[in-house]
């Protein structure tokens, strides 16, 4: 099942580097073509000739080799993996990608990649439960980047404890759920995420508090399930999800023609928060002419795009799912605003100030389909993400 993919393998600067010679054997028997790539610390854990004999393949270590770039670019390095490794996932490499850093030839390439990341972390106890550490973990977790372990036991430093790196074969059936086909493989899901920019003059517009948030946890958790997802966003500020077409937007008319661009699709999800009208926008910057006199704004329509689709006759998706963000009567809103636009399911959740939801990391979502109201228990907007998506491949 795993014969034939590719996998770029980091290895970071850890006594557990020793486990990642034996995965390379353990990917390689597979029939995994593993490209390593040892960090400066790690060099001094394993040699890189012991790591391209069991891999028989090159092994990258510097950034600025331009033998290297030559051949193969650090870009297209980090690309041309079905998935990415990082086994032993040091303190100092989760630092490193949860702040972005791009220092080294390792987290360049953990910058650069489209694909998905999975990491085996080792260290000592403390550095594992140290704050920043945490810290690092949530934030990638919050990326989608996919984890394996820690296992508990005796560590090389003498103490007890999590910290050690999971064995070869425990990393070895991550990677095979990683790459399997999920139950969305072949289906094609449009997401649209993120708030929409209504320009008023050329340097000012109108815009709304979504974060783009749950839209993106959405479009990751479709293709850990292996769908093949277009993403439709607005100004987010939120991380683009690793492993999607992104199509960038910033107007709610911008967005409707880059979803109707999009389709066919299986299903649709419109997560954005698109604006209802737009401004009659000015050429040129307005001024204050001194006079006291106030701009008067002109606004016209803008297309719902939710209802347009929902009502498409032909190349309608399968499933259409919208979003309501109420403030009062939740579900009696949501349930009028499902019949109005004619989309099958609504995910209406409770925007009200104090609940924390619009820009906030949780949701409390109530999913109103034929079947009625589903109300779900408030979790994190990726539960919430992965919920759906599971719904999503049920119903398709
Ligand atoms: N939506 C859309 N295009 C628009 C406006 C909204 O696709 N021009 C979608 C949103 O992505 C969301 C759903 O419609 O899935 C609900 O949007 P919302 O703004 O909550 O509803 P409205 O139709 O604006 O109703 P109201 O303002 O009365 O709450």
Known sequence: MLAGRKVLLIIGGGIAAYKSLDLIRRLAERGVRVTPVLTKAAEEFVTPLSVAALSRSKVYTDLFDLTDEAEMGHIELSRAADLVIVAPATADLLGKMAGGLANDLASTLLMATDKRVLVAPAMNVRMWDHPATQRNIATLQGDGILFVGLNEGDMACGEYGPGRMSEPLEIVAAVEAALTDGPLKGKHVLVTSGPTHEPIDPVRYI??????????????????????????????????????????????EQMYKAVTDALPADAAVFAAAVADWRVDAAGSKIKKDGSGKLPELKFSENTDILATVSQLKKGRPKLVVGFAAETDDVEAHATAKRKRKGCDWIVANDVSAGTGIMGGSENDVTVISDAGAENWPRMSKRQVAQKLAAKIAEAL
Do not use: C, W, Y
Request: a neutral charge; aromatic letters at 2%.
């Open 207 to 252: 815009a709304n508090r979504s974060s783009g948030a749950q839209g993106t946890a959405i479009a990751e958790a479709l293709v850990a399930l292996g769908a093949s997802v277009t993403f439709v966003t607005g100004p987010a500020d939120v991380a683009r999800p690793a492993g999607v077409k992104v199509v960038e937007v910033q107007t709610a």
